[in-house]
């Protein structure tokens, strides 16, 4: 796997941008902008890393209109009202904290036409884990031309639990959308987190995978 955020700036301009982006006007509680510099201030971390709102912080349905591409909001299409009940997975282990950091980003683009099902075991396989769908959100705040035709991703470190203890079908993924169906002509090119079938394969996603995920101090 090649990592392909190569070029993510430090975490202090990411949280401005992410302030910029108007992230303190989503109901994050009480924060406050030099409340959020401060956490950030110093932090060693790798190079390339991500600043990732947590979802006890923010939702991802919330963060997913902040996403832009072409002058066009992002959207979470209509028949998934439930995306902020997907949690990570058995081995996906992310930080109870306001924001955390992740490591080594992949959008996994050697893996499309692959199947969820069948991306898990080789992205574990190769040490790493797959992303969670606030991940990918985050990831495309910081760097929107990371989503480009053909060559959009899943995040399956996120999958929904059901009441009889087995995994939904669906997988969640963020691609194009192509203004058809009920996304609406005006969301042509637009960014569009929605799912796909675990069993299924898109030859234009690939997997979104990172190499590490380490707390921040809270604000």
């Known amino acids: 796997m090649v990592a392909t955020a190569l070029h993510l700036p430090d975490l202090s301009s990411q949280a401005r ?4 982006l108007g992230l303190l006007d989503l109901g994050v509680g009480a ?4 409340e959020i510099a401060s956490a950030v201030a110093g932090v060693d971390c790798p190079e390339g890393s991500l600043l990732v709102p947590g979802p006890n912080l923010v939702a991802p349905s919330k963060l997913a209109p902040l ?18 009940d997907f949690a990570p997975i058995a081995g996906v282990d992310v930080p109870d ?17 692959w ?10 396989g190769a040490g790493r884990t797959p992303m969670t769908i606030g991940e990918g959100i985050a990831w495309l705040l ?34 194009i959308s192509g203004g058809t169906g009920r996304d609406g002509r005006e969301r042509k090119g637009a960014p569009k987190v929605g799912w796909c079938w675990a069993g299924n394969r ?8 990172v190499a590490r995920r380490f707390a921040l101090a809270a604000p």
Request: include cysteine; charge should be negative.
């Open 202 to 209: 898109h030859t234009w996603l690939g997997f979104g995978s």
């Open 142 to 175: 910081q760097q929107p031309e990371q989503l480009e035709p053909n060559h959009c991703f899943m995040t399956i470190g996120s999958r929904l639990r059901k009441a009889n203890g087995k995994l939904d079908a669906r997988t969640p993924a963020i691609w």
């Open 67 to 84: 996403l832009s591409r072409a002058g066009k909001p992002g959207f979470v299409v209509v028949d998934m009202t439930d995306l902020d």
């Open 115 to 124: 199947s969820p099902d069948e991306a898990l075991p080789a992205i574990t």
């Open 31 to 34: 924060l406050s902008e030099s």
């Open 97 to 113: 904290a306001p924001f955390y950091v992740v490591s080594g980003l992949e959008r996994g683009d050697e893996m499309a036409n």
């Open 17 to 20: 941008r992410l302030i910029e």
